[in-house]
């Protein structure tokens, strides 16, 4: 497991404490997270970037936005799944 996918795993841990009714993300690679063939709660998904966003900080020292205006711009759309967003966090933070 990467650094970043353990560090998403922690944000994980920490939005799934806050769903008391619903589905609970799951941690793994392959859970989507945006995408057309289905997702999590936008709510769950916001609380999920800005932990990690902490997370990351906390960690780096680096302060990074997940979800800027040029995400939605990208060729390949790295929120899909939790390892697309591993990928695009370890980009962020190098």
Known sequence: MTDSLALIYTAVD???AQI?????IVKDPNTLLL??????DSLALVNLFSALEQLVFDKTGKT?????ETI???PNNPL??????AAHIDTLVS
């Not at 008391?20 to 609970?24: C, D």
């Not at 899909?80 to 967003?85: H, K, V």
């Open 14 to 16: 920490q939005v799934n």
């Open 20 to 24: 008391l009714h619903g589905s609970k």
């Open 35 to 40: 995408d057309a063939d289905g997702g999590i």
């Open 64 to 68: 990074i936005v997940i979800a800027d």
């Open 72 to 74: 939605f711009s990208s």
């Open 80 to 85: 899909r799944s939790l390892s697309t967003l």
